[in-house]
C-alpha cells in the first residue's frame, strides 16, 4: 500500500494514502513492536500499532503470554519507542463485558485500564468485546462511564464482535452515549490472529473465543454502514459501493459471509413500485374514493381515543 504504483490507482479514486487511509499492524508483544518501527523506518510501516490488556488476567496471560504487571511496563517502553519515530499507539482494553475463560468482569476497571493506557502515552483506545459478550445495557453503561471520565469521543473506539446477532443493538448504545468512531470488517471477517486458510476463515487460535469457525470476527461493515446510514448520521462512505465491495468479497472467499445488508440492502425511500399490485387506482375510482384517501369520507382528520381502550376497555373484560 506504500507503493508508488498503488498510491497513483488510490489518486485516480481521490483517495490521498496519506492524508485518508491509516495503516495499522496488530503488535501485542514488544518484538512485534520492534519490527513495526524498522518497517517504518525502511518507509513502508505502519501509522498506528496496538498492544493490548485484558482486565481479566487469564484471558490476557492466554493471549500474551505474561502478566499484566510485566505487560503494562513492556507498553510503556513500546509507546516511548513508537512515539520517537512518529508511529501512534493505540491501547486496546479487553474482556470489559466478561471473559470467556473467567467470566463475569467489572467496568471499572476498564475505565481505569483506560485511564492507565493514556497516562503511558497512547495516542487512542480500542474498547473490545472479543467474545460478543456484551450487551446494549452495559455498552451504554459503560461508554457512559468513560466519556464521563475522558470525554473527548475521538480517543475512544467501539470495536465489538457479532457472535449471538445482538451487536447492532449494542452500536446503538454507544451512539447513544456519545461514541462516533467503531472498527469493523467486510463480511464479519477478522478478529482472531491466524483465521484464515486457503483464503476461507477457520477457528483461528483462540479457542476459548468461538466453538462454530463461522463466528470468527468483527461487526460487519455493510450492515453496520446501513444501520448508521439509516439512522440519519453522517458518515461520508458511499453505501452501493461497500455493498457492491461486499458481495465482492463473498465471491473471492467463494462462501456465504455474515452480512445481511449484501442481500437484502438499504430500505429504499423510493419503495419497490415493480411489486405493487395492479388495479388500486381504478378500485379507488370504482368505490368513490379520492386519489390518496387513506380514511373513509366523514372520518375527523385525527382519531379520538376513548376514555378506556385497549386492555381496559371494560368489552374485554370476562
Known sequence: MRSDEFRKRAAKKGIDIDRDVTLTCVTIRESAVDRAIAMKQKGYGPDRILMMVSTDEEHHFANSGTTLPDYWKEAERCIKKARDVGIKMCGTVSTIWGSPISGATRLEDAVEFTKRWFSIGAHD????????????????????????????????????????????????????????RFESTLGGLGGQPANFLDDCPIKGTGEYYYDDPRYVGLICTEDLLVQIDELGIEHGYDVDRILWLGRKLEK??????????????????????????????GVKEKKGEKPGAKLP?????????????GPEDPIWKK
Open 297 to 309: 369520507e366523514g372520518w375527523g382528520e385525527t382519531a379520538v381515543l376513548p376514555e378506556k381502550y
Open 125 to 180: 483506545i480500542e474498547h473490545a468485546d472479543h467474545d460478543g459478550s456484551a450487551n446494549a445495557a452495559d455498552v451504554y453503561r459503560y461508554f457512559s462511564m468513560i466519556l464521563d471520565a475522558m470525554p473527548n469521543p475521538e480517543a475512544h473506539l467501539c470495536h465489538l464482535h457479532e457472535t449471538k446477532r445482538i451487536a447492532s443493538s449494542s452500536i446503538l448504545a454507544a451512539l447513544q452515549a456519545g461514541i462516533c
Open 252 to 281: 473471492t472467499a467463494g462462501m456465504r459471509l455474515r452480512s445481511e445488508a449484501i442481500v437484502n440492502g438499504r430500505t429504499l425511500k423510493e419503495g419497490h413500485m415493480k411489486f405493487a399490485r395492479p388495479g388500486l387506482r
